[in-house]
Nanobody
Framework: QVQLVESGGGLVQAGGSLRLSCAAS????????VGWYRQAPGKQRDWVAS???????TYADSVKGRFAISRDNAKKMVYLQMNSLKPEDTAVYYC?????WGQGTQVTVSS
C-alpha cells in the first residue's frame, strides 16, 4: 500500500507560479514512475506530467514549457513546478504511483 500526500496548492493570479509537492510512503519509491494529474469541476481527471524511475519527463501539450516535474528519491518526494499559470489550469491536482492516488491539492488561478 502506497500513501501519497500532496501539498502546495493555493490561489494565484494568472501569470504566477506555484510548486506542488507529493510525499510518498510505504513503497520502494525510486523504482516507479510517478505522475501528476488534474481534475477541473465537472470534467474528467487528466494526465499532466510523468517522471520515470530513470528521470525521463513527459508532459501534456497543454502544460509543456510551463510546468516541470522532478523527483527526490532520497526524500520520496515528487514536485510539480508550475509557471505562467492560466485560469484554465484551475483544478485539483493529484499525484499517482502504482495504483494509489493522493487526496489532491486545489490550484485556483484568477484572471
Amino acid at each position: 500500500q502506497v500513501q501519497l500526500v500532496e501539498s502546495g496548492g493555493g490561489l494565484v493570479q494568472a501569470g504566477g507560479s506555484l510548486r506542488l509537492s507529493c510525499a510518498a510512503s510505504g513503497t520502494v519509491f525510486s523504482i516507479y514512475a510517478v505522475g501528476w494529474y488534474r481534475q477541473a469541476p465537472g470534467k474528467q481527471r487528466d494526465w499532466v506530467a510523468s517522471i520515470s524511475a530513470s528521470g525521463t519527463r513527459t508532459y501534456a501539450d497543454s502544460v509543456k514549457g510551463r510546468f516541470a516535474i522532478s523527483r527526490d528519491n532520497a526524500k520520496k518526494m515528487v514536485y510539480l513546478q508550475m509557471n505562467s499559470l492560466k485560469p484554465e489550469d484551475t483544478a485539483v491536482y493529484y499525484c499517482h504511483i502504482l495504483n494509489s492516488w493522493g487526496q489532491g491539492t486545489q490550484v485556483t488561478v484568477s484572471s
